[in-house]
């Protein structure tokens, strides 16, 4: 992934993309005894689209994480 971004290519880990293995390995011609474990999908953001302005927030650790001591 830092490859593709190198070269001006965004990328995202897609699980989707490994959704169906037995169509992979008939595609691409893939042993049963390699196991696919991540899909890449690639190519150019639309930064301008609205799912990509999308920031979730997030909570502040010590709302989630408890240390017993």
Request: proline share 6%; charged share 20%; net charge negative.
């Amino acid at each position: 992934m830092l490859s593709a971004t190198d070269r001006g290519v965004d990328s995202m880990p897609a699980y989707a993309l490994i959704a169906y293995p037995d169509v992979l390995r008939s595609a691409l011609n893939i042993p049963s005894d390699q196991e696919i474990v991540m899909g890449v999908a690639l190519g150019h953001a639309k930064v301008d689209d609205k799912i990509n302005t999308v920031a979730p927030g997030r909570l502040a650790l010590a709302d989630f994480v408890h240390i017993a001591k």
